[in-house]
């Protein structure tokens, strides 16, 4: 039987989907586009689960009423065991679609790479993360853009910042938020790097953090009276506009410190424009945390320092192997996972913390759920 908390949750589902149908109804709804639009996601959102929960109440009263039979005609028992059967099965399904979304699964994200400890194979490690991501996000029909990039001579990334993003009409299971939130943290790998003559595995690190996109209409508002902004010659390896023009933008968020600086664009207006995207997704980062300081505790943090005794993850290039500590996971595929393959190691990790949060349902009050 479900627990009191997600059927109370089911019937709000089903009112919402009622109201959002009246609301699509009404012929002035299909003069504004955006309205229709955010309508219509809900309403996809919506039914799906809210069609699960009938199917799953059906059942249950098939059941009830092949017990009630069963009691008069055992010939009704074995109708009676095959229903019992997909009540649960149907209960299993009904749990995790009715769980509340992370409100942050449906935005975009921002990907930040930095390497680590390691010196040049650390940055070559970190250019590896930073392709992975590029082609798991190819795989996944998203837009990846790279906002900015800071690379080595040997071709390696010291730092690099993607913004990826789900294109219209996709599943919300499958949006770049929903897949991608538990990525962060310090990456090792173990390897003989390209630089070491006598063929001896060293091990460096990379980190990766992941961070909603915030948008102008986010509770973090940015007033350019707290913002410096400095301009200077781009650096690194190529580009015509290398050490030739001040196209690159440094904007330091005076209240908070918070520093963020863009060199990849030509203009000045663009990097500007991409520094300021960054910027609001760290400082929506930041007041977010702040606000869940109290219950940090039961969340899952993503490691700060790039610190290899602190990592989540290895990818051991000797034995092919990606192990994921958090989850246990172990496999056998680095080179496809490097390539882009990771639903692998992905659907562990949530179903890792689907698993947890079922597990915390017989203890959560309505308001919790």
Known sequence: MLPAPLRARAERLADELAEVERALADPSVHTDPDRLRDLGQRHSALQSSVSLYASYRRACDDLEAARDLAEQDEGFADEAVTLQAEVGRLEERVRAALLPRDADDDRPVLLEIKAGEGGDESALFA?????????????????????DEERTPLGGVTSATVAVRSRSGADADRSPGARLKFEGGV???????????????????????????????????????????????????????????????????????????????????????????????????????????????????????????????????????????????????????????????????????????????????????
């Open 127 to 147: 250019g590896d993360l930073l392709r992975m991501y590029e082609r798991y996000a190819e795989r996944q029909g998203w837009q990846a853009e790279v906002l």
């Open 187 to 369: 990456h090792r790998v173990q390897r003989v790097p390209v630089t070491e003559s006598a063929g001896r595995i060293h091990t460096s690190a990379a980190g990766v953090l992941v961070l909603p996109e915030a948008t102008e209409v986010d509770e973090v508002p940015v007033d350019p009276a707290d913002l410096r902004v400095d301009v200077y010659r781009s650096s690194g390896p190529g580009g015509q506009s290398v050490n030739t023009t001040d196209s690159a933008v440094r904007i330091t968020h005076l209240p908070t410190g918070t520093v963020v600086s863009c060199q990849n664009e030509k203009s000045q207006l663009q990097n500007r424009e991409q520094a300021m995207r960054i910027l609001r997704a760290r400082l929506l980062a930041q007041a977010r945390e702040a606000a869940a300081v109290e219950a940090a505790a039961e969340r899952r943090s993503q490691v700060r320092s790039v610190d290899r005794s602190e990592r989540v993850r290895t990818y051991n290039f000797p034995e092919n192997r990606i192990s994921d500590h958090r989850v246990g996971y172990k496999a056998y595929n680095l080179d496809q996972v490097l390539d882009g393959d990771l639903d692998g190691v992905v659907d562990a990790l949530l179903a890792d913390d689907l698993a947890r949060r079922l597990a915390v349902l017989g203890t959560a009050g309505e308001d919790e759920v």
